[in-house]
């Protein structure tokens, strides 16, 4: 994780150089770029712990010395609506790592005295014993912290419906640039360090293999809906919409399946009584249609996982690397994993 960090802070380059020499915009379609699939190009980390806010600006800013020349209305006015809202602030203050080691000696005092006076009541008042019940509740009281602490450490491994989920409309932003984004956090040597990543990514080689593995699976149509309602039924987002959406709906009908946004952040243009006045809320669930084309699940696949792969990489949690001889020839990027494997690993398996 240091050495990801240490990566992202190097030396910046002030533009990217294609193979002919000539300064190219690193993100740019038809362009070459030197950057690799995996490859951290900026990261900035929340102005204080206290309030978990990133600046935004500041990192289109390093982006664009990177050769990384991204509008606002693809990269802030997305990160705003995803990461900058209360709630979302809340949500990452309260499920810190740091917060969950200043709360760990705060957990472990309430279970001693729960459990001791739990247990006090059972005794008859002698104190010949009472060292030796200090220290059982002790030890009780430790393995039941142990226990609920790492319960909250492997569940950050599983994708994350606060921050993971809301990064699935920017990414599909990023990746028209060739970048994804992930939010990441740590605590090292006492201090907390949460911190927004934006990776390198070349999305086509994963589309490419994740859609011919679909297609190689084809036969199997059931179990590979079994598979997808039994990994991804529970992702549901519930957002807040208003009734004068239908309009920007119609719009989106229009384009290619693959093409259409998993999740609208879209802001409706009527004015704020109109807006109050017809707020509902609505469910989205993440789960693809398999009535879809295979490159269109495999697409949703992709920005789904997207935002909980980089934040598993930077943060060295990738899972093992399947054991088979075709695997060099499907690992897209530099990390023992690739995002393609990775869905396939995580959905399709």
Excluded at 99 to 111: D, E, G, W
Excluded at 143 to 165: G, P, Q, R, W
Excluded at 167 to 179: D, I, P, Q, S, Y
Excluded at 301 to 320: E, F, G, I, Q
Aim: proline share 5%; glycine share 4%; net charge negative.
């Amino acid at each position: 994780m240091e050495e990801r960090e240490r990566q992202c802070n190097r030396e910046e380059r002030a533009d990217v150089e294609s193979p002919t020499g000539q300064s190219v915009t690193a993100g740019e379609p038809g362009t070459e770029s030197t950057w690799t699939n995996g490859e951290c190009v900026a990261s900035v980390s929340t102005s204080t712990w206290f309030t978990p806010t990133f600046d935004f600006s500041h990192c289109r800013t390093l982006l664009e010395t990177k050769g990384f020349l991204i509008p606002a209305e693809d990269f802030e006015s997305p990160l705003g609506l995803a990461l900058d809202h209360p709630s979302v602030r809340r949500y990452l203050l309260f499920n810190s790592n740091i917060f969950n080691v200043i709360m760990a000696p705060v957990l472990y005092l309430v279970l001693w005295c729960a459990v001791y006076s739990t247990i006090h009541m059972y005794l008859d008042g002698s104190t010949e014993g009472f060292w030796v019940l200090c220290v059982c509740v002790s030890l009780v009281s430790v393995i039941l912290t142990i226990a609920i602490n790492l319960i909250f450490h492997y569940s950050n491994k599983e994708i994350n419906m606060n921050t993971d989920v809301r990064l699935v409309g920017v990414n599909e932003h990023m990746a028209r640039h060739k970048l994804l984004l992930g939010v990441a956090d740590w605590v090292q040597k006492c201090r907390a360090n949460m911190q927004l990543f934006c990776m390198y990514w070349d999305m086509s080689p994963c589309l490419i293999s994740l859609t011919e593995a679909l297609d190689n699976m084809g036969f199997v149509r059931d179990q590979v809906q079994n598979r997808l309602k039994k990994r991804m039924s529970h992702l549901v987002l519930v957002t807040e919409v208003t009734t004068l959406a239908p309009e920007a709906g119609e719009q989106d009908e229009e384009l290619p399946e693959e093409e259409r946004p998993l999740l609208e952040g879209r802001e409706p243009s009527a004015s704020t009584s109109q807006r109050e006045d017809s707020k509902l809320t609505k469910n989205f669930s993440l789960m693809p249609d398999t009535t879809l084309t295979n490159k269109a699940i495999a697409r949703q696949l992709l920005m789904t996982y997207s935002a909980l792969y980089v934040r598993l990489l930077v943060s060295n949690k990738l899972p093992a690397p399947p054991q088979r001889s075709t695997r060099a020839g499907k690992n897209h990027s530099t990390s023992c994993l690739c995002l393609c494997e990775y869905v396939e690993l995580k959905v399709l398996r």
